[in-house]
Structure formats: structure tokens, C-alpha cells
């Protein structure tokens, strides 16, 4: 089996659900469906991806190495704040991504939540 390291955010909800916030295995990276507080989806999102490129320098990688990401909102109306921080990022990277809209998160004031790959 290819070599496996996992990295925690700490949250409660990695023990409650089982999960982590990141795992490498080999060259690929999979950073869970992540979330952040703020006012709007922009300030979610630019939490979100700073959350992501924290868990990403621990497995040696960066952005750079990002090759998706999936954005999931629960109101596709705003994507133009989500779509403007993503590209605050994103521009010269330009990942492969999927935004779609959700009836719902983990609570109401979660408007945005993002998963990340990775390959180093």
C-alpha cells in the first residue's frame, strides 16, 4: 500500500463523524469538504481556501498542486462572491471545479463549502 498521511484541523467533527481533514496517499491529495465562518459567501470562501492551503503545506504541497475543486452553496444567486474569491487563488492555477447549489449544510449560517484534490 502506497504511503498514507493524514492531517487533522482539530474541529470536533473529525471525531464525532470520523473523519480527516486532509489525507495524502502516494502522490494525491483529498482535502475534506471544508467550511469557515464569515459575514458572506467572499469571506467564507477566502477562509475556506486558506483553511485548505494550510492542510496542503503540511502534506508538502500548495496551491499550485490543487487540480479540483468542487464549491457547493446554498445559493447559487451569489456565486459571483464565491467565483471572486476563488479566483483570488485560482487565476494563473486554474483547477478543474464544479459549483453547484445545495438545499442545505451542516448549519444555516454555513453558506459555502469547498473540497479540494491535489496532486504532488
Sequence with gaps: ???TKKVSSGAPWE???GYSRAIKVG???EIAGTTAQGAD???QTVAIIKTA???LK???ADLNNVVRTRMYCTNISNWEKIGKAHLEFFNKIKPV???VEVSKLISPEILVEI???AIV
Design 1 to 3: 500500500m502506497k504511503e
Design 15 to 17: 471525531d464525532i463523524v
Design 27 to 29: 502522490g494525491s491529495i
Design 41 to 43: 459567501e467572499y469571506e
Design 53 to 55: 492551503e494550510k492542510a
Design 58 to 60: 503540511e502534506l508538502g
Design 97 to 99: 471545479t464544479a459549483m
Design 115 to 117: 473540497e479540494f484534490s
